[in-house]
């Protein structure tokens, strides 16, 4: 299993940013994706989720109205569009699998440093 993130830039506030995440090593369409992330001194926070067939999504209060996650399992890819970005969205983005909807992740990307600064 490899999960291997992109798209971390740097982004001003109010501007956007897409991460995308792609999945090997397993079948893409039959697993549950998630989106967490890391600010810096802080622990991870759970960003967004989306079911195996993409149709059902969860956000963090936080994110909800201003990013969107997303999927294409033709592509094995995951996807998380970031709109009208903040300073407290500045963080490292890990892309996860998971065990179960609402349940733990078993296997993590290495990250993409997502910063927002004017």
């Known amino acids: 299993v490899q999960l291997v993130e992109s798209g971390g830039d740097l982004v001003q506030p109010g501007g956007s940013l897409t991460l995308s995440c792609v999945m090997s090593?397993?079948?893409?369409?039959?697993?549950?994706m998630s989106w967490v992330r890391q600010p810096p001194g802080k622990e991870r926070e759970f960003v967004a989720a989306?079911?195996?067939?993409?149709?059902?999504?969860d956000y963090a209060e936080s994110v909800k109205g201003r990013f969107i996650i997303s999927r294409d399992n033709d592509k094995s890819t995951v996807y998380l569009q970031m709109n009208a970005v903040k300073f407290e969205d500045a963080a490292v983005y890990f892309c996860?699998?998971?065990?179960?909807?609402?349940?733990?992740?078993?296997?993590w990307g290495q990250g993409t440093q997502v910063t927002v600064s004017s």
């Open positions: 090593g397993f079948l893409a369409s039959t697993y549950h």
């Open positions: 989306i079911s195996s067939g993409g149709g059902v999504t």
């Open positions: 996860t699998r998971l065990k179960s909807w609402g349940g733990q992740s078993d296997y």
